[in-house]
């Protein structure tokens, strides 16, 4: 079952995706748009689990974010999303931020 992604944009026009499925994992890069040159900002606050699966997506909506000459910052993810990050080693290249509004100023 795929996780229901939204994406809604912040005052200066700024993507942000929201993902609302509990369990990272399931949800395709190219569901992930961003603008070529900017930030992707992914909220990350629904969900509460992240598997092979999710790091994987991660590391694939890194890769495009890059590919666009932006970078890839996360929104609040939960303790679990952060164990997998720190044990697959993507929290050193991943920004976190606490909320959007900070994730947006950068």
Do not use: H, I
Not at 58 to 75: P, T
């Amino acid at each position: 079952m795929p996780v229901p992604v939204a994406l809604r944009v912040v005052p200066g026009l700024l993507p942000v995706v929201v993902v609302a499925g509990r369990r990272l994992g399931r949800a395709k890069p190219a569901e992930f748009g961003g603008r070529v040159g900017a930030p992707w900002v992914l909220d990350l606050s629904g969900v509460r689990a992240c598997d092979l699966l999710g790091v994987g997506m991660l590391v694939a909506v890194w890769r495009r974010a890059r590919a666009y000459g932006g970078e890839l910052r996360l929104v609040a993810p939960s303790q679990a999303v952060e164990d997998a990050l720190a044990a697959s080693g993507l929290r050193r290249l991943l920004a976190v931020f606490p909320d959007v509004a900070s994730a947006v100023e950068g």
